[in-house]
Protein backbone atom coordinates (compact mmCIF):
# COMPACT_ATOMS: atom_id res chain seq x y z
CA UNK A 1 0.00 0.00 0.00
CA UNK A 2 3.03 2.32 0.87
CA UNK A 3 4.42 1.73 -2.17
CA UNK A 4 1.31 2.41 -4.29
CA UNK A 5 1.33 5.67 -2.93
CA UNK A 6 4.35 6.60 -3.42
CA UNK A 7 4.14 5.80 -6.88
CA UNK A 8 1.27 7.73 -7.19
CA UNK A 9 2.52 10.55 -5.52
CA UNK A 10 5.94 10.67 -7.83
CA UNK A 11 3.66 9.93 -10.82
CA UNK A 12 1.76 13.24 -9.81
CA UNK A 13 4.98 15.31 -9.37
CA UNK A 14 6.03 14.19 -12.49
CA UNK A 15 2.66 15.61 -14.30
CA UNK A 16 2.56 18.80 -12.62
CA UNK A 17 6.32 19.34 -13.40
CA UNK A 18 5.22 18.98 -16.96
CA UNK A 19 2.22 20.52 -16.99
CA UNK A 20 4.88 23.51 -15.57
CA UNK A 21 7.21 23.10 -18.56
CA UNK A 22 10.14 22.82 -15.96
CA UNK A 23 10.76 19.01 -16.35
CA UNK A 24 14.71 18.29 -16.01
CA UNK A 25 14.67 17.47 -19.39
CA UNK A 26 13.24 20.23 -20.85
CA UNK A 27 15.81 22.53 -18.78
CA UNK A 28 18.45 20.25 -20.49
CA UNK A 29 17.75 20.60 -23.92
CA UNK A 30 17.50 24.66 -23.03
CA UNK A 31 20.24 26.85 -25.34
CA UNK A 32 20.05 30.84 -25.45
CA UNK A 33 22.43 32.56 -27.35
CA UNK A 34 23.50 36.23 -26.06
CA UNK A 35 24.33 38.71 -28.78
CA UNK A 36 26.51 41.95 -27.32
CA UNK A 37 26.61 44.33 -30.59
CA UNK A 38 28.36 46.97 -30.88
CA UNK A 39 26.82 50.36 -31.67
CA UNK A 40 29.17 52.57 -34.13
CA UNK A 41 31.86 49.83 -35.52
CA UNK A 42 34.70 49.12 -32.48
CA UNK A 43 37.88 49.13 -33.84
CA UNK A 44 38.88 45.40 -33.78
CA UNK A 45 42.35 45.85 -34.86
CA UNK A 46 43.10 47.46 -30.90
CA UNK A 47 40.91 44.06 -30.04
CA UNK A 48 43.67 41.71 -30.77
CA UNK A 49 46.73 42.54 -31.79
CA UNK A 50 49.99 40.21 -33.14
CA UNK A 51 53.17 40.36 -31.04
CA UNK A 52 55.15 38.39 -33.50
CA UNK A 53 57.00 39.94 -36.52
CA UNK A 54 53.39 41.42 -37.96
CA UNK A 55 53.65 43.89 -35.10
CA UNK A 56 55.73 46.04 -37.02
CA UNK A 57 53.24 46.55 -40.00
CA UNK A 58 50.78 47.33 -36.85
CA UNK A 59 52.95 49.58 -35.51
CA UNK A 60 53.80 51.20 -38.58
CA UNK A 61 49.81 51.28 -40.18
CA UNK A 62 48.62 52.49 -36.76
CA UNK A 63 50.98 55.30 -35.50
CA UNK A 64 49.21 57.15 -32.74
CA UNK A 65 47.14 54.62 -32.40
CA UNK A 66 49.61 51.32 -31.72
CA UNK A 67 48.79 50.10 -28.18
CA UNK A 68 52.89 49.48 -27.10
CA UNK A 69 53.83 46.15 -27.28
CA UNK A 70 54.50 45.62 -23.70
CA UNK A 71 51.24 46.58 -22.65
CA UNK A 72 49.10 43.91 -24.01
CA UNK A 73 47.35 41.10 -22.42
CA UNK A 74 49.12 37.97 -23.74
CA UNK A 75 47.32 35.41 -24.99
CA UNK A 76 48.99 32.18 -24.15
CA UNK A 77 50.38 29.87 -27.35
CA UNK A 78 50.09 30.48 -31.05
CA UNK A 79 46.71 30.69 -33.19
CA UNK A 80 46.20 31.41 -37.15
CA UNK A 81 50.09 31.74 -37.39
CA UNK A 82 50.75 34.19 -35.09
CA UNK A 83 51.45 34.93 -31.30
CA UNK A 84 48.59 37.58 -30.41
CA UNK A 85 48.20 40.02 -27.24
CA UNK A 86 44.64 41.52 -26.14
CA UNK A 87 43.93 45.45 -25.70
CA UNK A 88 45.08 46.26 -22.14
CA UNK A 89 41.15 47.22 -21.41
CA UNK A 90 40.51 43.34 -21.63
CA UNK A 91 43.00 41.78 -19.71
CA UNK A 92 39.96 40.39 -17.48
CA UNK A 93 39.24 38.00 -20.61
CA UNK A 94 42.58 36.26 -20.90
CA UNK A 95 41.46 33.92 -18.14
CA UNK A 96 38.55 32.55 -20.43
CA UNK A 97 40.70 32.54 -23.55
CA UNK A 98 43.45 30.39 -21.22
CA UNK A 99 41.03 28.14 -20.32
CA UNK A 100 38.93 27.71 -23.70
CA UNK A 101 36.27 29.22 -22.99
CA UNK A 102 36.66 32.39 -25.36
CA UNK A 103 37.13 32.59 -29.56
CA UNK A 104 38.20 34.87 -31.44
CA UNK A 105 37.24 35.13 -35.42
CA UNK A 106 39.68 37.05 -37.18
CA UNK A 107 38.60 39.37 -40.15
CA UNK A 108 34.81 38.76 -40.45
CA UNK A 109 32.52 40.67 -42.27
CA UNK A 110 29.24 40.51 -44.60
CA UNK A 111 29.79 39.26 -47.75
CA UNK A 112 27.77 38.15 -50.59
CA UNK A 113 30.40 35.60 -52.14
CA UNK A 114 34.04 34.50 -51.31
CA UNK A 115 35.96 37.72 -52.32
CA UNK A 116 39.47 39.36 -51.94
CA UNK A 117 41.03 42.90 -52.29
CA UNK A 118 42.66 42.30 -55.90
CA UNK A 119 39.08 41.45 -56.75
CA UNK A 120 37.44 44.22 -55.26
CA UNK A 121 40.04 46.87 -56.51
CA UNK A 122 39.26 45.81 -59.67
CA UNK A 123 35.45 45.92 -59.25
CA UNK A 124 35.57 41.61 -60.35
CA UNK A 125 33.12 40.72 -57.45
CA UNK A 126 30.23 42.09 -56.22
CA UNK A 127 29.87 43.54 -52.21
CA UNK A 128 27.18 44.17 -50.36
CA UNK A 129 26.12 47.62 -51.10
CA UNK A 130 26.30 50.95 -48.53
CA UNK A 131 29.47 49.29 -47.09
CA UNK A 132 30.84 52.84 -44.55
CA UNK A 133 26.87 53.49 -43.05
CA UNK A 134 26.29 52.56 -39.86
CA UNK A 135 22.65 52.16 -40.58
CA UNK A 136 22.56 49.37 -43.54
CA UNK A 137 25.79 47.57 -42.10
CA UNK A 138 24.23 47.46 -38.83
CA UNK A 139 20.98 45.85 -40.55
CA UNK A 140 23.07 43.09 -42.95
CA UNK A 141 25.67 42.08 -40.52
CA UNK A 142 22.34 41.22 -38.50
CA UNK A 143 20.56 39.33 -41.37
CA UNK A 144 18.75 41.93 -43.70
CA UNK A 145 19.48 41.01 -46.86
CA UNK A 146 18.72 43.80 -48.82
CA UNK A 147 15.56 43.11 -50.36
CA UNK A 148 11.87 43.22 -49.02
CA UNK A 149 12.77 40.76 -46.23
CA UNK A 150 13.87 43.22 -43.42
CA UNK A 151 13.96 39.98 -40.87
CA UNK A 152 16.97 39.05 -39.31
CA UNK A 153 19.30 35.57 -39.49
CA UNK A 154 18.35 34.64 -35.73
CA UNK A 155 14.47 35.91 -36.00
CA UNK A 156 14.40 33.67 -39.32
CA UNK A 157 16.36 30.78 -37.08
CA UNK A 158 14.00 30.63 -34.12
CA UNK A 159 11.18 29.89 -37.00
CA UNK A 160 12.66 27.21 -38.55
CA UNK A 161 13.41 25.71 -36.13
CA UNK A 162 11.66 22.14 -35.25
CA UNK A 163 8.52 22.81 -33.45
CA UNK A 164 9.65 20.85 -30.52
CA UNK A 165 12.25 23.48 -30.39
CA UNK A 166 10.04 26.25 -30.11
CA UNK A 167 8.58 28.52 -27.29
CA UNK A 168 7.23 31.31 -25.80
CA UNK A 169 9.52 34.50 -26.12
CA UNK A 170 12.41 33.13 -27.83
CA UNK A 171 13.49 36.52 -29.62
CA UNK A 172 14.42 38.80 -27.08
CA UNK A 173 16.04 42.83 -27.32
CA UNK A 174 17.15 44.77 -24.77
CA UNK A 175 15.66 47.81 -26.83
CA UNK A 176 14.52 49.16 -29.53
CA UNK A 177 17.30 47.66 -31.71
CA UNK A 178 15.74 44.93 -33.04
CA UNK A 179 16.77 43.35 -36.77
CA UNK A 180 18.91 40.33 -35.36
CA UNK A 181 16.17 39.02 -33.92
CA UNK A 182 13.33 40.06 -35.94
CA UNK A 183 11.17 36.74 -37.80
CA UNK A 184 9.30 37.35 -40.66
CA UNK A 185 5.86 36.22 -38.95
CA UNK A 186 6.76 36.21 -35.52
CA UNK A 187 6.92 38.93 -32.62
CA UNK A 188 9.90 40.32 -30.65
CA UNK A 189 9.78 40.35 -26.91
CA UNK A 190 11.38 43.15 -25.09
CA UNK A 191 12.96 43.04 -21.70
CA UNK A 192 14.00 46.11 -20.80
CA UNK A 193 16.83 45.47 -17.94
CA UNK A 194 16.01 48.18 -15.49
CA UNK A 195 12.32 48.12 -16.02
CA UNK A 196 9.45 47.76 -13.51
CA UNK A 197 7.52 45.07 -12.52
CA UNK A 198 4.50 47.25 -12.99
CA UNK A 199 1.89 48.28 -15.51
CA UNK A 200 -0.21 51.38 -14.62
CA UNK A 201 -2.37 50.25 -11.62
CA UNK A 202 -0.91 46.30 -11.89
CA UNK A 203 1.92 44.70 -10.74
CA UNK A 204 2.07 41.92 -13.08
CA UNK A 205 4.84 39.86 -10.68
CA UNK A 206 1.54 40.17 -8.46
CA UNK A 207 -0.83 38.90 -11.07
CA UNK A 208 -3.48 37.69 -8.57
CA UNK A 209 -4.36 41.47 -7.60
CA UNK A 210 -7.00 43.46 -7.87
CA UNK A 211 -4.75 46.61 -10.01
CA UNK A 212 -3.12 43.44 -12.37
CA UNK A 213 -6.44 41.39 -12.70
CA UNK A 214 -7.87 44.42 -14.52
CA UNK A 215 -4.77 45.41 -16.94
CA UNK A 216 -5.38 41.61 -17.44
CA UNK A 217 -9.25 41.98 -18.44
CA UNK A 218 -7.94 44.93 -20.62
CA UNK A 219 -5.67 43.03 -22.64
CA UNK A 220 -8.74 40.09 -23.37
CA UNK A 221 -11.41 42.78 -24.85
CA UNK A 222 -12.72 41.95 -28.34
CA UNK A 223 -12.69 43.99 -31.31
CA UNK A 224 -14.68 44.31 -35.09
CA UNK A 225 -12.62 46.31 -36.28
CA UNK A 226 -9.48 45.08 -37.84
CA UNK A 227 -7.16 47.81 -36.22
CA UNK A 228 -8.39 48.13 -32.91
CA UNK A 229 -8.29 43.78 -33.19
CA UNK A 230 -5.06 44.13 -33.61
CA UNK A 231 -4.10 46.45 -31.20
CA UNK A 232 -6.10 44.52 -28.38
CA UNK A 233 -4.17 40.99 -29.98
CA UNK A 234 -0.66 43.29 -29.71
CA UNK A 235 -1.49 44.37 -26.29
CA UNK A 236 -2.59 41.09 -24.49
CA UNK A 237 0.96 39.69 -25.99
CA UNK A 238 2.53 42.61 -24.30
CA UNK A 239 0.57 41.95 -21.17
CA UNK A 240 1.66 38.41 -21.23
CA UNK A 241 5.57 38.77 -21.50
CA UNK A 242 5.66 41.45 -19.31
CA UNK A 243 3.62 38.99 -16.77
CA UNK A 244 6.31 36.44 -17.60
CA UNK A 245 9.14 38.66 -17.08
CA UNK A 246 8.03 40.07 -13.81
CA UNK A 247 7.75 36.43 -12.73
CA UNK A 248 11.40 35.97 -13.91
CA UNK A 249 12.60 38.69 -11.69
CA UNK A 250 11.04 37.85 -8.55
CA UNK A 251 12.32 34.37 -8.84
CA UNK A 252 15.67 36.03 -9.99
CA UNK A 253 18.56 35.53 -7.43
CA UNK A 254 20.82 38.55 -7.65
CA UNK A 255 24.43 37.45 -8.88
CA UNK A 256 27.54 38.15 -6.68
CA UNK A 257 30.03 38.79 -9.72
CA UNK A 258 31.15 42.16 -10.34
CA UNK A 259 29.74 43.54 -13.32
CA UNK A 260 30.68 46.45 -12.46
CA UNK A 261 29.14 50.00 -12.43
CA UNK A 262 25.43 49.91 -12.62
CA UNK A 263 25.23 53.55 -14.59
CA UNK A 264 26.79 51.08 -17.09
CA UNK A 265 23.52 49.47 -19.14
CA UNK A 266 25.61 46.76 -20.62
CA UNK A 267 26.34 45.96 -17.04
CA UNK A 268 23.23 46.47 -16.51
CA UNK A 269 21.54 44.35 -19.13
CA UNK A 270 23.87 41.34 -18.81
CA UNK A 271 23.40 41.06 -14.91
CA UNK A 272 19.64 41.35 -15.20
CA UNK A 273 20.10 38.66 -17.66
CA UNK A 274 22.07 36.37 -15.68
CA UNK A 275 19.81 36.52 -13.03
CA UNK A 276 16.56 35.33 -15.34
CA UNK A 277 18.13 32.90 -17.45
CA UNK A 278 17.72 30.04 -15.17
CA UNK A 279 14.09 30.54 -14.65
CA UNK A 280 13.44 30.65 -18.21
CA UNK A 281 15.47 27.54 -18.29
CA UNK A 282 13.36 25.82 -16.00
CA UNK A 283 10.06 26.66 -17.06
CA UNK A 284 10.94 24.60 -19.85
CA UNK A 285 11.97 27.32 -22.75
CA UNK A 286 14.03 25.50 -24.86
CA UNK A 287 15.65 28.13 -27.24
CA UNK A 288 16.34 31.87 -26.61
CA UNK A 289 17.94 34.52 -28.18
CA UNK A 290 18.71 37.58 -26.44
CA UNK A 291 20.08 41.38 -28.19
CA UNK A 292 21.62 44.06 -26.46
CA UNK A 293 22.98 46.87 -27.87
CA UNK A 294 25.59 48.88 -25.86
CA UNK A 295 28.18 51.30 -26.88
CA UNK A 296 29.44 54.33 -28.68
CA UNK A 297 32.48 53.24 -30.65
CA UNK A 298 31.93 55.38 -33.65
CA UNK A 299 35.35 56.62 -32.85
CA UNK A 300 36.82 59.18 -35.44
CA UNK A 301 38.06 60.94 -32.84
CA UNK A 302 40.01 60.61 -29.43
CA UNK A 303 39.69 56.97 -29.34
CA UNK A 304 42.84 56.41 -26.60
CA UNK A 305 42.36 57.93 -23.10
CA UNK A 306 40.34 57.91 -20.31
CA UNK A 307 37.17 60.15 -20.90
CA UNK A 308 34.18 57.19 -21.01
CA UNK A 309 33.93 57.58 -24.68
CA UNK A 310 37.20 56.64 -25.98
CA UNK A 311 37.35 52.63 -27.08
CA UNK A 312 40.03 51.78 -24.50
CA UNK A 313 37.34 53.13 -21.66
CA UNK A 314 34.45 51.25 -23.29
CA UNK A 315 36.46 47.96 -23.49
CA UNK A 316 37.17 48.25 -19.63
CA UNK A 317 33.53 47.83 -18.89
CA UNK A 318 32.75 45.50 -21.72
CA UNK A 319 35.40 42.77 -20.17
CA UNK A 320 34.05 43.34 -16.49
CA UNK A 321 30.73 42.56 -17.52
CA UNK A 322 31.45 39.62 -19.70
CA UNK A 323 33.62 38.09 -17.20
CA UNK A 324 31.11 38.51 -14.81
CA UNK A 325 28.31 37.27 -17.05
CA UNK A 326 30.11 33.99 -17.58
CA UNK A 327 31.11 33.61 -14.05
CA UNK A 328 27.39 33.70 -13.31
CA UNK A 329 26.23 31.83 -15.64
CA UNK A 330 28.88 28.65 -14.54
CA UNK A 331 27.33 29.45 -10.92
CA UNK A 332 23.95 29.10 -12.05
CA UNK A 333 24.57 25.71 -13.72
CA UNK A 334 24.45 27.05 -17.17
CA UNK A 335 28.17 26.35 -18.94
CA UNK A 336 27.03 24.66 -21.65
CA UNK A 337 23.26 26.17 -22.10
CA UNK A 338 25.28 29.84 -23.64
CA UNK A 339 27.21 31.28 -25.86
CA UNK A 340 27.98 35.10 -26.14
CA UNK A 341 28.34 36.43 -29.48
CA UNK A 342 29.98 40.12 -29.75
CA UNK A 343 29.94 41.84 -32.78
CA UNK A 344 29.39 44.91 -34.66
CA UNK A 345 28.91 46.52 -38.31
CA UNK A 346 32.34 46.76 -39.48
CA UNK A 347 35.91 47.30 -38.59
CA UNK A 348 38.01 50.54 -38.89
CA UNK A 349 40.68 51.50 -40.71
CA UNK A 350 44.32 50.88 -40.03
CA UNK A 351 45.79 54.28 -40.50
CA UNK A 352 44.48 56.90 -38.05
CA UNK A 353 41.86 59.83 -38.88
CA UNK A 354 42.90 63.13 -38.24
CA UNK A 355 41.20 63.68 -35.02
CA UNK A 356 43.03 60.39 -32.94
CA UNK A 357 40.79 58.57 -33.86
CA UNK A 358 39.60 55.65 -37.20
CA UNK A 359 37.50 56.16 -40.15
CA UNK A 360 34.76 53.46 -41.05
CA UNK A 361 36.06 50.25 -42.83
CA UNK A 362 34.96 46.76 -43.66
CA UNK A 363 36.92 43.53 -41.72
CA UNK A 364 36.51 43.46 -38.12
CA UNK A 365 37.32 40.96 -35.64
CA UNK A 366 34.49 39.30 -33.40
CA UNK A 367 34.47 36.99 -30.26
CA UNK A 368 32.27 34.45 -28.66
CA UNK A 369 32.99 33.08 -25.26
CA UNK A 370 30.99 30.27 -23.10
CA UNK A 371 31.49 26.23 -22.30
CA UNK A 372 30.14 25.38 -25.71
CA UNK A 373 32.90 27.32 -27.73
CA UNK A 374 36.09 25.78 -28.51
CA UNK A 375 37.93 28.49 -27.20
CA UNK A 376 42.00 29.55 -26.94
CA UNK A 377 41.62 29.83 -30.41
CA UNK A 378 41.61 32.55 -33.37
CA UNK A 379 39.87 31.02 -36.18
CA UNK A 380 39.92 31.95 -40.41
CA UNK A 381 42.49 33.91 -41.94
CA UNK A 382 44.28 37.19 -40.03
CA UNK A 383 44.57 39.56 -42.78
CA UNK A 384 48.40 41.86 -43.33
CA UNK A 385 47.70 44.97 -41.45
CA UNK A 386 49.99 46.43 -44.02
CA UNK A 387 48.77 49.53 -45.81
CA UNK A 388 48.12 48.43 -49.57
CA UNK A 389 49.00 45.20 -48.29
CA UNK A 390 47.35 42.10 -49.71
CA UNK A 391 44.20 42.36 -47.50
CA UNK A 392 43.77 46.01 -48.13
CA UNK A 393 40.69 46.62 -50.36
CA UNK A 394 40.99 50.69 -50.35
CA UNK A 395 42.04 52.44 -53.28
CA UNK A 396 43.81 55.15 -51.07
CA UNK A 397 45.68 52.20 -48.82
CA UNK A 398 44.48 53.27 -45.54
CA UNK A 399 43.92 49.73 -44.48
CA UNK A 400 40.11 48.86 -45.11
CA UNK A 401 40.38 45.09 -44.81
CA UNK A 402 38.25 42.77 -47.16
CA UNK A 403 36.78 40.28 -44.77
CA UNK A 404 37.66 36.47 -45.29
CA UNK A 405 35.03 34.98 -43.24
CA UNK A 406 31.65 36.19 -43.78
CA UNK A 407 29.29 37.08 -40.94
CA UNK A 408 26.90 34.33 -42.32
CA UNK A 409 29.04 32.33 -41.55
CA UNK A 410 28.80 32.89 -38.08
CA UNK A 411 25.82 33.08 -37.70
CA UNK A 412 24.47 29.67 -39.53
CA UNK A 413 27.16 28.14 -36.71
CA UNK A 414 25.67 29.44 -33.98
CA UNK A 415 21.94 29.22 -36.02
CA UNK A 416 22.49 25.09 -36.27
CA UNK A 417 23.57 25.15 -32.18
CA UNK A 418 20.28 26.45 -32.12
CA UNK A 419 18.75 23.38 -34.05
CA UNK A 420 18.76 24.78 -37.13
CA UNK A 421 18.05 22.08 -40.15
CA UNK A 422 21.32 21.66 -42.16
CA UNK A 423 18.23 21.33 -45.02
CA UNK A 424 16.71 24.80 -44.31
CA UNK A 425 20.46 26.64 -44.01
CA UNK A 426 19.99 28.72 -47.08
CA UNK A 427 16.50 29.60 -45.86
CA UNK A 428 18.13 31.58 -43.01
CA UNK A 429 20.82 32.82 -44.98
CA UNK A 430 20.75 33.26 -48.61
CA UNK A 431 23.97 34.36 -49.85
CA UNK A 432 25.77 31.06 -48.13
CA UNK A 433 24.28 29.75 -51.55
CA UNK A 434 27.86 31.48 -52.55
CA UNK A 435 29.91 29.65 -50.45
CA UNK A 436 31.84 26.14 -50.26
CA UNK A 437 31.95 26.12 -46.23
CA UNK A 438 29.07 27.35 -44.65
CA UNK A 439 30.46 27.50 -41.10
CA UNK A 440 32.96 27.99 -38.88
CA UNK A 441 34.65 25.82 -36.31
CA UNK A 442 33.54 28.26 -33.41
CA UNK A 443 32.07 25.38 -31.21
CA UNK A 444 33.14 22.25 -29.50
CA UNK A 445 32.11 18.65 -31.71
Known sequence: MRRRTLLGAAAAASTLAGLAGGSGAAADEYRALVVVYLNGGNDGNNVLVPTDGAYGDYQTGRQGLALPRDSLAALPGNAAGHSFGLHPALAPLVDLYTRERLVFISNVGPLWAPATAAQVLAGAVDVPPF????????????????????????GRTLELLP???????AAVTADTNRTLVLGRRSRVSFMDPGGSTWWGIGDLARPKEAGAQSVARMAQWQFANDYEAEYARTFGAAFDDGTFIAQAKAAAVTPTADFGSTTERVATGLRSLASVLPFFRQQGLRRQVFLQSWGNFDTHANQRGSDVNTQDAQLAVLAKALAAF?????????????????????GRTIRPGSGGGSEHAWGNHWFALGGPVAGRNVLGTFPSLALGG????????????????????????????LGLPASQLHDAFPHLVNFGTKTVPLLRA
Request: aromatic share 4%; hydrophobic share 35%; with cysteine.
Open 131 to 154: LLSHSDQTAIVQGWTVNDDLSGWA
Open 163 to 169: SRLQNRM
Open 326 to 346: DETNRTNGLDMNIVTLVMTEF
Open 390 to 417: ADDGDRGRNGRLVPTTSCDQVGATLAQW
